[in-house]
C-alpha cells in the first residue's frame, strides 16, 4: 500500500511543479462505453482484467452531418506477471478540417487484499492537433493565408497522465483519472487561449448487483468528466449482463453539457466481445444530423485469466 501512496503523492508534486499551455480539448471526452471498458479512459486498468487484451473502437458523432466528428482509436493492454499491466493506445480524431492524432504508453502496478482490489496507473501519451492537409490545400482556401499556413505543423504535446481503478468485494467499482496531468508544449504555437493549465478529472463509481437464481448481473454506474475546453456532464449509467455475461444491455442519460439519452447492447462469445451504442442529443442540433453511433470490438489473446492473478496480495 506504501508504494501506491508514494505513487500518488509524487505524481501531484510533478503535477503542481509544472505548468502548460491550456490544450485545445481533452480527447477523453468523446467516449460514451468508457465504463464498459475503463482503459479507454484510465490508465489504472492498464492490465486489470489479467491475460492480454486488444480493443478497436469507433464513434461517430452527429452521424450524417457534413463534417461530424468521428474517431478510431485502437488499444492493447495485458499482465506481466501478477503485478504490473502495461499498455499502449493509438487514437485518431477528426472534427471537419481540424484533425487529432494521440499516441500513448501506459504502465500500472496492481496491488490486493481480501476485500479490494485496485491498479495506480501513468500513461505518457504524444498529442499532434492539426488543419487537415486536404482540406487547407483545397481550391477553396488561398493557397497564401499565412494563418493557414502557420497552422498546418499544428501543436504538439507530451502529456503524463494518472489513473486509479479498482474494485471492491466484486460490487463496488470505482475509478479516478487525472487526464494531462502534467502536459509540455513541444513547439511553439498560438492557439489563442492564454493562461495556466487547469486540471480536469474523470470520476468512475458503479455497483455490480448479481442476481444468480436468474443468472443476470444488474451494473448501475456514474462517470462524471470534467475536462479542459469539454463540456461539464455526468453519465448515468445502467448495464445488463445475461447468460453468464453472453449477452449485454443497457441504456445511459447525460446530464450537463451532453443532454443525450442512449442505449446499448453486445456480445461476448468466448474470447470475443462486441459492442454497439447509439445515443440521441435533446438539444436542437439533433433535427439535423442522424445521433451519434459508437463500435468496440474486444478480443482477449490466449485463455480467460482470473483478475486475482495479476494482483499482488497486500
Known amino acids: 500500500m506504501k508504494h501506491i501512496i508514494c505513487f500518488l503523492c509524487l505524481s501531484f508534486f510533478v503535477a503542481t511543479a509544472v505548468t502548460a499551455q491550456v490544450r485545445l480539448h481533452s480527447e477523453r471526452g468523446i467516449f460514451t462505453q468508457g465504463h464498459l471498458h475503463p482503459i479507454l479512459i484510465n490508465p489504472g486498468a492498464t492490465g486489470f482484467s489479467g491475460g492480454q487484451n486488444l480493443l478497436l473502437n469507433y464513434r461517430n458523432t452527429w452521424a450524417s452531418f457534413p463534417g461530424a466528428p468521428s474517431s478510431y482509436t485502437f488499444s492493447y493492454d495485458g499482465a506481466i506477471g501478477n503485478r504490473i499491466g502495461v499498455g499502449a493506445q493509438v487514437l485518431s480524431d477528426r472534427f471537419a478540417a481540424f484533425e487529432t492524432l494521440k499516441g500513448s504508453l501506459s504502465v500500472s502496478y496492481g496491488i ?139 441504456i445511459s442519460y447525460s446530464l450537463g453539457g451532453e443532454d443525450r439519452f442512449g442505449f446499448l447492447m453486445g456480445v461476448n462469445i468466448e474470447n470475443f466481445g462486441f459492442y454497439y451504442s447509439y445515443n440521441i442529443s435533446f438539444h436542437d442540433f439533433q433535427q439535423y444530423d442522424n445521433g ?12 480467460q485469466t482470473n483478475k486475482e492473478e495479476m494482483l499482488i496480495k497486500k
Request: proline letters at 2%; aromatic letters at 10%; zero cysteines.
Open 112 to 250: 490486493e487484499s481480501e476485500s479490494n482490489k485496485f491498479g495506480a496507473g501513468l500513461s505518457l501519451e504524444y498529442l499532434q492537433h492539426q488543419i487537415s492537409r486536404s482540406d487547407a490545400t483545397s481550391s477553396l482556401v488561398a493557397q497564401n493565408d499565412q494563418e493557414i499556413l502557420n497552422r498546418l505543423d499544428g501543436s504538439k504535446f507530451f502529456d503524463l497522465s494518472l489513473g486509479v481503478y479498482g474494485e471492491y468485494m466484486d460490487k463496488i467499482i470505482y475509478g479516478v483519472t487525472f487526464p494531462s496531468l502534467v502536459s509540455a508544449m513541444l513547439n511553439e504555437f498560438d492557439n489563442g487561449t492564454t493562461g495556466d493549465k487547469s486540471i480536469g478529472v474523470i470520476g468512475h463509481l458503479g455497483y455490480r448487483h448479481k442476481l444468480t437464481e436468474y443468472d443476470i448481473v444488474l451494473e448501475p454506474s456514474v462517470v462524471f468528466k470534467y475536462l479542459m475546453l469539454t463540456p461539464t456532464h455526468a453519465d448515468l449509467n445502467l448495464k445488463v449482463d445475461f447468460l453468464d455475461e453472453t449477452l449485454t444491455g443497457g
Open 292 to 303: 451519434s453511433h459508437e463500435i468496440t470490438l474486444k478480443y482477449r489473446i490466449g485463455a
